[in-house]
């Protein structure tokens, strides 16, 4: 029908009703002249408006004196279509509005189940688009309305699960709680809590913000509690509980958790035995599990029920939505079973499910990029045991490797999984295309798991899971056959700085471009300080993320100013390579793949291949090394002690073979000094060792027999987390002479037994060597925060305690330790503009104990550098009260003679002297570290 003749239909309609109106009466629409214009109009299939008009004109006919339920019936049924057009809501009859909105709830509904497990978008938005459109009618205080606002919530959750944007997320997530707001039943309640549970559980998968997670179980938890036994509902609840608990499970590892997820949904299978739809759904999550669970603890039987499981959910649903993501599962028991017996039937069978999972997911479906990163392992893994097809299973492999990262409906964390998978198995053979895909990781990790909307303990967790990664992209660039010589070393170092210490380094950039940005923008300055400070607090899950958004955008919005463009961001490779003025820096990398020293000198950016290096034996060594530690603090006779401090000994002259030495004679330094050298002529080196390297005392590696093949005895040592790091704490320039201290002493610590005698004697030694110091005769946490500001050296001889759960908890044990303890993470806030040295006369202040986070120096040494000294004296492991004061006895003399710019120069004139005293001894002498400028 052309529009114009339309229009002529229409208006003939159009006459009939304004009559009607106008006049009151019905008879102009009962007039047999009607129903034939009603006819020609109902011909018109294409616009809403010719069928909104026939809805009129029936209703008016109904309204006559005929009271025809037909016509009101014909009312009804031209009306609704016009629902979900963009007619306005107020133009549609107020009298029979419940009753569309009624047949319309029936009309979704219907087409939701139809389309509900559709892995279409399209069928998604036109499930959006309806609910959405059918909210429009119903008022708030409506009592149907929760139930439709749910709907909408559910497809938007849907849509979510399809396309991998997470607007929809959110906004599902919103729109159930406030569906939980409303007055509800306990069996309504019951389903928006369970839908609630599993929106926030798909936003843990997403994010990896465990607030998400527990609530999620929580939530599933009281569906469950509201819901009485034989209730048809009751099974799905459960099933989701157990969902909930699975992956509980996998985050904490908790075997108790297992378990009850487990008992749940068995249960949710038994009580769903006539619904196909939910026992597959069980069987899917009971897969996972069970092979969970045979990953962790290594029983035989939880790998022989996550294959059972899986193999009788596909046989009964192998088109079921999940049935993806059991393929992929049973992909991966089949790996765990190669890597058991390995057999090669083992990898074709999970190469063969994992193409079955590719196959499942449409092109765009955000699990497509999970498939796709399972298939490249199990091809690469075949690949790597030869034979006439390795070839080709190797470029499939990298091929299913590419599409799966570039995969951007896929999480961040998805896809930098995948990454880092496909980068150590690809590592060996094709180090080019490995070495991408872990530059690709690497990148990825400041915006997922170091994410600022995640808590600090999320974002440990998820560093940890990725411990290492820096390195191994490190090592294979350094060996990248493609790249120059030039473009490896300075690739390779910027992977370093970028993928170590991402914490540090993102706290870094906000504080060091503030004091330009005041100059030029004072009130964008203010704003993003007090943005910072607000971050920097503990927070709630939703508060915290609702400050990241507005985080990112004022950053936005900073960096569009005239001249900020970098503002807040990592330094550049120039602005790195400038930092060998004092002295060359040593950044240490220690992988699987190779180790290496990049030197950076005035002359430029070198490498020293460290081929003695070996990534498992440096390993193995920590545990002795620390085990020797452990042995030397409990030791009760001289035969222990001579046989840990041997152990020590022998670690010591291990690092100078391996490490130092190499670098040391790579540097020029290849003679020991004469002992009579002035402090201040000493040749400087700063090590950046990294994660693992990090937990030994390189500064003191060598042989201590008089042979000067020590550390010691060429040059004075500095630590330092990256170069951004030192760059960080040369940014201002130190006066000639020092300041006066804060002095925090702590003879006796509250709910610590016994005394430290001579904290007394070291705290009256820093007073004497530095005039106008300051005791608090009960030093707090608040206090001292508080002081700190106001004195420009800060010593501290106290307990101290490292937790290697959370390196952002080690703390000093002050008089209210108990309440407030002085924390890595409570000094985030404290700007120490005026502050020259911090010295930790404590136990292990400059190291961290959990090897999986040693690249992120997360210890109090490096809290006190990034609130603002440049120089931190800290120590490794617990020091000896009697040896710490003569440590400070011999460090603040020399330190005020010499100046606050020499503070490693200071130390190491300490450590010398403590050395002489018991050179046998190492664990009393090689404790004390200078980190900083």
Known sequence: MDEQERRRRQDLVVARIDRVQESGRFDAALEDEALAEAALLREDTEDPTSWFLLGWLHLYRYGGDTGDRAQLEQAVEMFLPCMFSDIEVGDFPEEILPRLVEEATDTVTARTRELGESLDAADHDELVALWDRLLDFVPPDDPERPGLLSNLAASLNSRFGTTGDTRDLETAIGHFRTVLSYDLSPSDRAIFLTNLGTALGDRFDWSGDSADLDESVRLSREAVDLTPPGHRRRAVYMANLGSALGVSFQRTLDPATADEAVRWLRRARELAAGDELQQVRCLSNLGLLFALRYVTFGDDADLDAAEAALREGVTLAPQHPDSGSMFTSLGGVHIQRFQASGRREELDEAVTANRQAVASAPDGHPERSR????????LAMRAELGGPGAAQDEREAIDRFRAAVDHLSASPSQ?????????????????????????????????????????????????????????????????????????????????????????????LETRDDVTALQETHPDAAERFSALRNLLDQPLAPAERRE????????????????????????????????????????????????????????????????????????????????????????????????????????????????????????????????????????????????????????????????????????????????????????????????????????????????????????????????????????????????????????????????????PSHSRLLLHDHATRPLTVASLTSVRLDQAHLAYLSACSTARSDDTGLADESLHLASAFQLAGYPHVVGTLWPVDDRVATRAAHVFYPTYARLGPAHAAAALHHAVRTLRRDAVSVPSLWATHVHAGA
């Open 547 to 806: 400050l990241a958004d507005r985080w990112e955008a004022l950053l936005a919005e900073i960096r569009s100013l005239p001249g900020q463009s970098s503002f807040a961001r990592p330094p550049a490779l120039a602005d790195l390579l400038a930092q060998t003025g004092p002295g060359p820096i040593a950044t240490l990398n220690v992988s699987r793949f190779g180790s290496d020293a990049l030197l950076l000198t005035p002359d430029g950016l070198t490498r020293v291949p460290l081929p003695a290096l070996r990534h498992e034996e440096v390993l193995g060594r920590i545990d002795v090394f620390l085990a020797a530690l452990r042995r030397t603090a409990r030791a009760r006779d001289r035969d222990t002690l001579r046989a840990a401090q041997a152990e020590i000994t022998e670690t010591l002259a291990w690092l100078w073979d391996t490490v130092t030495g190499p670098v040391l004679a790579a540097l020029g330094h290849d003679r020991p000094l004469p002992p009579d050298t002035p402090a201040k002529k000493w040749p400087r080196v700063w090590w950046a060792p990294g994660g693992l390297l990090g937990m030994f005392p390189l500064h003191a590696s060598g042989r201590h027999d008089g042979s000067g093949d020590a550390v010691l005895d060429r040059v004075v040592s500095s630590y330092t987390p990256t170069i951004g790091a030192l760059r960080h704490a040369r940014r201002r320039r130190l006066p000639d002479r020092p300041g006066p201290a804060l002095v925090v002493a702590m003879p006796t610590t509250p709910g610590v037994p016994g005394r430290l005698t001579f904290v007394g004697v070291e705290a009256a030694l820093v007073a004497q060597a530095l005039p106008g110091s300051f005791a608090p005769p009960e030093p707090t946490t608040g206090k001292v925060l508080e002081l700190l500001p106001r004195h420009a050296v800060a010593h501290f001889a106290c307990h101290g305690v490292s937790d290697p759960a959370d």
């Open 371 to 378: 498939h796709l990163g399972a298939l490249g392992m199990a």
């Open 415 to 507: 896809r930098l999984a995948v990454a880092n998978v496909a980068g150590v198995l690809l590592g060996d053979r094709r180090p080019t295309e490995a070495a991408g895909f872990l530059e690709l990781a690497v990148r990825l990790l400041p915006q997922t798991v170091a994410a600022r909307s995640l808590g600090r303990s999320d974002q440990l967790h998820g560093l940890g899971l990725h411990a290492g990664l820096a390195a191994d992209a490190a090592a294979l660039v350094l060996r990248d056959p493609r790249r120059s010589d030039a473009r490896r070393r300075e690739d390779a170092l910027q992977l370093l700085e970028a993928g170590r210490a991402v914490l540090y380094a993102r706290a």
